[in-house]
């Protein structure tokens, strides 16, 4: 069926380092994408969206790509700081659908 | 301007019994969905409420039903819990028509 994945399960940065976490999608007819993160124990923290109409969107120091030729997903996070670390999800939304899928997610972690 | 509140934030029960988890969407918005999280796991798509009716379903037996109050409040009832139901139950708000998505904490699920 149709799935959302991540690249790598676990991301190690320096910080102040630029992240980038990858996210390849299937669905054709997704027409959402949205980047959360979840720190344990919390719910899924909304941090930028973009939609099928748009290749880039930027937010404070976060920024969206979206390459739908591939259709590939990436997430940069500039000069990354200790409070990045979580694991970071993509999660797109077809045409028709109501609900969201996300894929398995990738594990951030800032080293010192 | 509360955000969305679920009840209980965790729960203990045995197989074969029957729960009910709650939620409060965030201020404005009419729409409810629940997601079921395993560790280690994405979100996975339960149901979405809108109007009091179920508008779409997930891959998930009947055992999971739902019910959405005239407040827009909604609750989430497993019935013959299973071990393999212990999880992460979150629950998203929005407004239908629109996009952006707002995640609870959860109720985390055992099921011994």
């Known amino acids: 069926g149709e799935s959302v994945g991540l690249h790598l399960p676990t991301l190690s940065v320096q910080e102040g380092d630029n992240s980038i976490i990858n996210c390849a999608y299937s669905n054709s007819a997704s027409d959402y994408f949205i980047w959360y993160k979840q720190e344990s124990g919390k719910g899924p923290q909304f941090i930028i969206d973009?939609?099928?109409?748009?290749d880039k969107r930027q937010g404070q120091r976060v920024t969206v790509l979206l390459n739908k030729t591939v259709k590939h997903l990436s997430l940069q996070i500039a000069a990354t700081q200790p409070g990045d670390s979580a694991v970071y999800f993509c999660a797109e939304k077809g045409g028709g659908a109501d609900g969201l899928t996300f894929g398995k997610g990738t594990h951030l972690i800032i080293q010192p | 301007d509360a955000g969305v509140t679920q009840s209980p934030t965790h729960l203990i029960k045995t197989r074969g019994q029957q729960v009910t988890l709650r939620c409060s969407p965030k201020?404005?918005?009419?729409?409810v969905s629940w997601y079921q999280q395993a560790l280690g796991q994405g979100p996975q798509f339960i149901f979405q409420y809108y109007e009091e009716e179920e508008r779409q379903r997930g891959n998930f037996p009947d055992r999971f039903s739902g019910h959405q109050f005239p407040n827009y409040s909604s609750e989430l009832n497993v019935n013959a819990l299973l071990l393999g139901d212990s999880a992460l139950y979150l629950c998203?708000?929005?407004?239908?028509?629109?996009?952006?998505?707002?995640f609870g904490s959860g109720t985390r699920l055992t099921v011994v």
């Open positions: 201020s404005g918005h009419d729409t």
């Open positions: 998203a708000s929005s407004s239908v028509g629109l996009y952006g998505y707002t």
């Open positions: 973009i939609r099928s109409n748009m």
